[in-house]
């Protein structure tokens, strides 16, 4: 199922109160709900069909002994009509194509019927009029209930009847004026109640399919658990297994077993800590990304405002540079967090290193030393920060099991350089006159021979079981560093040690940095162009409007998608462009998009998200979406944007 159980306000069922269809993120179901009722109430709508002939049919006694004078016409509408007319449904309920026509076929046979009875009302006498009146209310009982209608194929049924016999009582009967009118009000009190058992019948029997289907659900996933689980199980007995017998063959104690059994448990839980840590991380970086987004804002007014006052301008400049280096590190903590496919941002690659020595602190043991050195002047790199995280900390691990129980020193060192003819001759993948950042990882371990080097290289022999659990095989390693126009080298002798060489290439260094001037000539709004700005951060609405008034926009900011719908809604053509946030209560960006095109499909709507790892600009614009821009936003990405979708 594509609905998250675990979101669901378990108060409230997703029914649509009028149409009783799922809604939702459930709306899949609706088809099977249709397929399970039709199946499931077959054969009761069989049983009412023959009942309806079979009262219709045998009330045909009651015509010969009150009105023989008239039965002829009764009798058509009863044995010619109305019981052909149920018995030919009996008959078609047999075929499969009935599965999609019954309801209507079933409201057909009720107003057929009804309309029968009160034919017959308008035909028969005064005294016996009542009679048939009757009739008619027992036809409303068999339709709302024993036939199984849905509630708003019965209601319609209800309905039409209902006008059909105010249209006869006041055109074609000889009743008098309050007759009709206590048959009318009586009729009207019928078809209330019977369209409240309908709503009553049907909305059980939804509710009842959910949360069977809930159950199912969740059976399913504890199915599927459980299988994961007993593969684990099996996967990690089997090595066990293998392990115990490897060290049942050269240790004859068994208090040396239980000890690596306690020391693979330990392992799991600190693994299990990190990846909870690694969450955490994730979530804290998205808020701080959008408190990010408020102090980047207000800067870049501050800077414009300030404009005349060179101290001040210095100062937001100050906060401006800082800024971009906090979102620099919230996007490597996200990358890394949320486990993201490969994409690659211009980073420091020192901050990375340093985010996983921590990591690898806490799971060395203390006979281990790791010591570390960065150049000052390091610039940016292009890389995809989670897959370098997995690179370093897998020749790190690996370093420090060579080295053993006897432990030694790990060195890590971060420079940069250009590689010059010698350099790029010496190693393969180096281009000359190219700066790279050189990141060197040293050990003190029993070092490896020519023939060992060439094989850590070849994936047959760089498999998980080598490396000991760790996700990347070194052929891995040297599959990324190619793809990041780098390169990767090993330099090691017997009882010398080993040292792991990682070029990557530098940004161009042709292009130094230009810091965004105070200043800067910004495309601006015609002063006449409305906004629409939704997001449920209520600081990214108070900036996000200064911004947009600032360009000359005529703003309107709201921190509820809801709220947001109903301002459209109630004047569609009051908005000129919407700012959407993806990630809000209730209803998401995407949602709140869609009815809004629903609405006025030519509007243009910017999608505006901190969520990296599942949105993307072809995503984006696969939708619907006139655009996409990452947060936090700066004034001249949203006024460049923001006059490009205006003026397309």
Known sequence: MSGDSGSLDKKKIPIHPFSLSFTGDWHHLEQKF????????LSQIRFALLLGCFLYALTGAIDAYLISDQIKWFWIIRYAIVSPMLLALFAFSFCTACARLIQPLLALCLVGAATGLIAMIAMAPAPVQQIYHTCLLLAYMIGYTTMRLRFLWGSLAGWITFAIYIFTATTLTTLSPPTILTNILLFFCANLVGMTGCYVMEYFSRRNFFLTSLLQESQENIQAINRQLEERVTERTMQLMKANTELTKQISSSKRLEEEKENIQDRLIQSQKLEAIGMLAGGIAHDFNNA???????????RIKS???????????????????????????????????????????KLIINEALKFLHASLPPSIEISHYFDSELGKIMVDPAQVHQVFMTICTNRTKTMGDAGGKLKIHLQEIEADQNLAGSFSGLKNGVFYQQLSISDTGPGMNAAEIDQLFDPSQTSQENLEGHTLGFSVIQSIMQRLN???????????????????????????????????????????????????????????????????????GVTSSAAALEYFTSSPNDFDLVITDMAMPNMTGIELAQKMMAIRPEIPIILCTGYAKEWNEEKALGLG????????????KLAETLRSTLDS
């Not at 990682?502 to 006449?528: H, I, Y």
Request: hydrophobic share 35%; net charge negative.
């Open 34 to 41: 249709l397929s399970y009722a039709y199946t499931s109430s």
């Open 292 to 302: 990010l987004g408020a102090i980047l804002g207000y800067t870049d007014l501050g």
């Open 307 to 349: 404009h005349g006052n060179e101290d001040l301008t210095e100062y937001f400049s100050c906060i401006r540079k800082a800024g971009l280096r906090a979102r620099d590190l919230v996007s490597q903590i996200s990358a890394i967090s949320w486990n993201e496919e490969s994409h690659t941002y211009a980073l420091e690659l």
């Open 486 to 556: 780098g390169t990767v080298t090993v330099e090691s002798e017997p009882g010398r040690g080993t040292t792991f060489h990682l070029f990557f290439p530098v940004l161009d260094k042709t292009r130094p940095f230009q810091e965004t001037p105070a200043v800067v000539s910004l495309p601006m709004g015609k002063g006449n162009e409305r906004i629409l700005l939704v997001d449920d951060e209520e600081p990214l609405v108070h900036i996000g409007e200064r911004m947009l008034r600032y360009l000359h926009y005529e703003v309107t």
């Open 625 to 636: 979406f006139k655009a996409f821009v990452h947060k936090p936003l700066s004034i001249h």
